[in-house]
């Protein structure tokens, strides 16, 4: 795991994502990153379409949605307008599928062996992507999407350990001192975190100083 600290975090996670994408596109030709939702994934979207990237070559999957109707507050895929301007291909996740599950599957049927990128945010309760607390059965489900019971509110669709700990590297993006408690859990590796079933190695995460651990790595 790599942390890195500094005033704008979603703008350096920006620029280190925007260098796996090229770096992914000079190696294969095609570069892939699946994004999630939260506060702090707007600026670092801003951020991100600003950048001279090989977009035609890219895809974007959902790490997770709420299953909601479109066009509705609580959808992740709102934040990602800016994206689908661009001539990238966009794949939203089929949460207004009359079968959730069904559609699902199908949706993992679309997703590349190994994502190049998985940004991830940290909830003050541990969740990552859809990972409820107490729901070890979801993140490290067999299955590559799982669907939650409700959760805040909600009930999700969301990609498991099996995708996320799969892909080539991983971004966790945080700010603010309420985040600081949870971040220090995690590094100690208090495994009622939902976030601490993410890989280690290849794990890059960005923080501004308020947000940053007074705590060694575990």
């Not at 999630?36 to 994934?41: H, I, Q, T």
């Not at 669709?157 to 971004?171: E, F, I, K, P, Q």
């Amino acid at each position: 795991m790599d942390i890195r600290v500094g005033d704008e975090p979603a703008s350096l996670a920006a620029a280190w994502i925007g260098r796996r994408l090229r770096d992914a596109t000079r190696r294969r030709g095609v570069a892939s990153i699946a994004l999630s939702g939260g506060g702090m994934a707007p600026p670092m979207i801003d951020a991100l379409v600003e950048l001279d990237l090989p977009w035609p070559a890219v895809s974007v999957w959902q790490v997770d949605e709420r299953i909601a109707p479109d066009g509705d507050a609580a959808r992740n895929a709102l934040q990602l307008d800016r994206l689908r301007a661009l001539p990238c291909r966009v794949r939203l996740m089929p949460v207004t599928a009359s079968d959730a599950r069904v559609a699902a599957r199908r949706y993992a049927a679309t997703l590349p062996d190994w994502l190049d990128v998985v940004h991830l945010g940290i909830g003050s309760d541990g969740h990552t992507a859809s990972w409820p607390p107490g729901s070890d059965g979801i993140a490290n489900s067999a299955r590559p999407i799982e669907i939650t019971d409700e959760f805040n509110s909600w009930r999700r669709m969301t990609l498991t350990c099996s995708v996320v700990n799969r892909a080539r590297s991983r971004v966790v993006l945080a700010s603010g001192v309420a985040k600081r408690p949870v971040i220090e859990r995690w590094l100690l590796a208090d495994r009622a975190l939902p976030i601490t079933a993410v890989r280690r190695s290849d794990t890059w995460v960005f923080l501004d100083a308020a947000a940053a651990p007074l705590v060694t790595l575990h």
